[in-house]
């Protein structure tokens, strides 16, 4: 069994507005070492990789419409090293930072939060380095010309580590498998493999900066700690650290509260005998409440109606001047001669076609009414202003009337509230005078215990304060520890290290064998000369993988994905423990581009069943995930949800609320 150390997925978590879309790793608190994801296509299945490998450092996650609707941030609980961390991103726009603690989900946690930046992969405090010192790759450093000795460098990133821990869909059978569209990226995955193994050309050299790097930040971490320990002793929280005396404090606390309850009890068992005066002191006090109300709703009510009558007053005054106006200026009424200003004998009419007054031609007009439509007019006017103005004076009256009736029915309800509050006061005395000899005695006693309880919960407060302290001491001890175990192997390794090319070929003769005798396994048709050429191009009857079938390529690319991951894994070398794999059946039964030559001749079983086997012995402690549509009967025990993408079948898949 291989010591538990590098990365292993616990449970997914992705935060919605309401509620939440959780997949779980587990079997009773610990790590499934298989996992499948079974269901429908478009369900979920290859969200929920893409969402792990997201919380893990990845650019981007998944942007179905259902999770930008629903997803507000997803949470990754993982094992670092054996112990349980929280990773949570935001979903939306990519997040730029990831806040890691120590713990679980559902359980509270008084660790502090640390903000990790996703770029760059090399600055110490980047999700990356966190996660590459848990897999023993911390610090390394990676050529742009791999044979150029004067080379540029870029640090390793765990995205790049990534290849060897999750294959997509995208690149099982895929003819570029190994990036061959990609020389940099072709060049860096054997790198990357070369550094897992620790069989890089440079290593030496290699090993020697790393070891530099890590002493530095092993002094510096050291420094931290001792500053840490200084300060938590001073802060005397090394208390928090003893189980008894929290216990005791909490169960103090308990106790007082029960105090606290039981004396109230006694207390109104005691004053049992004073209902009657608690009755009448309840039944005035509300008569208080009731004719205070009244009170200030009348006066309320007389603030708000005098502005209105005085309102009504002014439109009054406002009608009887205009009623005056239309007698004195009126200029539609024509009755004297502008020019004598005598009297007309008769209003201004037309006569055979001329104005009577100015003797001018007219238009065919049967008749002037300009002095009958004036007088008309006026009155009908004079009749409008008459009627409003009698309108306004009986809703002026109304409203006197009404003012005058509240303001005298003021005097009456401030007496009523004044007699209420009175006897009110007078019912409370009472009650009190009753009451208070045998009170008195719990009051001084309920005093003593809200003493006792404000002591309790502050010795709490300070023993959660000196546990955090406790915590963050622990962390740091701890990263020192990592470090130091990590120097240690650094310089091991580099007191041991043999010839390079001699090495790696010894480790590529170990995953050649295993993807043959991974592909034997699978009843591979007609296998012969599976092997992997020294850049890592898998061969099989003499030719590159290229020239397979589709379905031939799927096989080859998961011996040559899992031939890698298991050998690493036995050997111990610095790779992170756990493997996904999306669509491991693709090109072998699914859909009309079925393979019949292969299918025929591979069963699904074997696959799942060298697995089973493989991670019970050797891979003891490993951790696969697989997403699969329709996986055997063999490993129903390992799936661990499957998306019916039915309604009446839950769950529909991942976002499970989202069935439209």
Not at 25 to 46: M, N, P, Y
Not at 51 to 71: C, D, M, Q, S, T
Not at 427 to 452: C, G, Y
Request: proline fraction near 5%.
């Amino acid at each position: 069994m291989t010591e538990a150390h590098g990365i292993r997925v616990r449970r997914l978590r992705l935060v919605g507005i309401g509620r939440n879309y959780d997949i779980d790793f587990t079997t009773e608190g610990r790590v499934q070492d298989l996992s499948v994801i079974s269901g429908a296509f478009s369900s979920g299945k290859t969200a929920v990789l893409e969402f792990v490998a997201y919380g893990l450092g990845a650019k981007n996650h998944p942007r179905h419409p259902e999770v930008l609707r629903k997803v507000r941030s997803a949470l990754l609980e993982v094992e670092l090293s054996g112990d349980s961390h929280i990773i949570e991103r935001a979903v939306g726009e990519p997040s730029t930072v990831a806040f890691v603690r120590r713990g679980r989900l559902d359980q509270p946690s008084f660790s502090a939060i640390d903000k990790k930046v996703i770029a760059p992969a090399g600055d110490p405090q980047s999700l990356s380095s966190l996660l590459l010192s848990h897999c023993k790759l911390e610090g390394v450093e990676l050529r742009e010309a791999p044979t150029n000795a004067e080379s540029r460098t870029d640090p390793l990133s765990i995205r790049d580590l990534m290849w060897l821990t999750f294959l997509p869909n995208e690149r099982v059978a895929d003819k570029n498998f190994l990036f061959e569209n990609s020389p940099p990226r072709k060049h860096k995955l054997r790198q990357v493999v070369d550094v897992v193994f620790g069989v890089h050309d440079d290593r030496a050299v290699e090993l020697g900066s790393r070891i530099k790097q890590l002493e530095g930040r092993l002094n510096r971490s050291r420094a931290e700690l001792a500053a840490a320990t200084a300060f938590v002793a001073e802060q005397d929280g090394e208390t928090a650290t003893d189980p008894q005396t929290r216990l005791t404090a909490e169960r103090q606390l308990t106790a007082i509260t029960t105090q606290l309850e039981v004396l109230d009890q006694q207390a109104h068992a005691a004053t049992s005998f004073a209902e009657e005066l608690r009755q009448t002191h309840r039944r005035s006090a509300e008569e208080a409440r009731t004719t205070s109300a009244v009170l200030r709703d009348r006066e309320t009510q007389l603030a708000r109606m005098l502005p209105l009558r005085a309102q009504y007053a002014d439109d009054l005054l406002k009608l009887g001047m205009l009623a005056q106006a239309r007698q004195l200026f009126d200029p539609l009424r024509v009755r004297t001669c502008p020019a004598c200003l005598n009297p007309l004998s008769a209003p201004p009419h037309a006569h055979d076609g001329h104005c009577s007054m100015c003797d001018h031609d007219l238009p065919e007009t049967p008749d002037l009414t300009l002095g009958a439509a004036a007088d008309s007019s006026a009155q009908a006017e004079q009749l409008d202003v008459a009627a409003e103005i009698r309108s306004t004076k009986a809703r002026l009256k109304e409203i006197t009337t009404y003012i005058e009736e509240l303001d005298a029915s003021l005097s009456s309800a401030r007496q009523r509230a004044q007699t209420a509050s009175l006897e009110e006061q007078r019912a409370a005395k009472a009650l009190d005078e009753a009451t208070s000899p045998t009170v008195s005695t719990f009051l001084v006693a309920r005093d003593e215990l809200h003493r006792r309880k404000e002591v309790a919960t502050r010795q709490i407060d300070q023993l959660n304060t000196a546990f955090k302290l406790q915590e963050g001491l622990a962390k740091r001890a701890g990263v020192v520890n990592r470090q130091e175990a990590n120097l240690s192997q650094l310089r091991e390794e580099l007191a041991q290290l043999g010839d390079a090319t001699e090495d790696r070929n010894e480790v590529l003769r170990q995953i050649s064998t295993r993807f043959g005798r991974l592909l034997a396994e699978w009843h591979y048709p007609k296998l012969s000369q599976a092997h992997m050429a020294n850049d890592l191009t898998p061969f099989v009857r003499g030719e590159p993988y290229q020239v397979a079938s589709s379905g031939a390529r799927t096989l080859i690319t998961l011996a040559w994905q899992l031939a890698v991951f298991e050998t690493a894994y036995e050997s111990g070398a610095a790779h992170p423990g756990f493997l996904m794999i999306d669509s491991p059946q693709k090109n072998l039964g699914h859909g009309t581009g079925r393979d019949t030559l292969i299918a025929d001749a591979v069963s699904t079983d074997d696959f799942y069943r060298h697995l089973t086997q493989w991670l019970a012995h050797h891979g003891n402690g490993a951790q696969v995930i697989v997403a699969d549509n329709s996986p055997p009967e063999l490993i129903e025990d390992r799936v661990i949800v499957r998306f019916s993408r039915d309604e009446t079948e839950p769950p529909y898949g991942l976002i499970d609320d989202e069935t439209g």
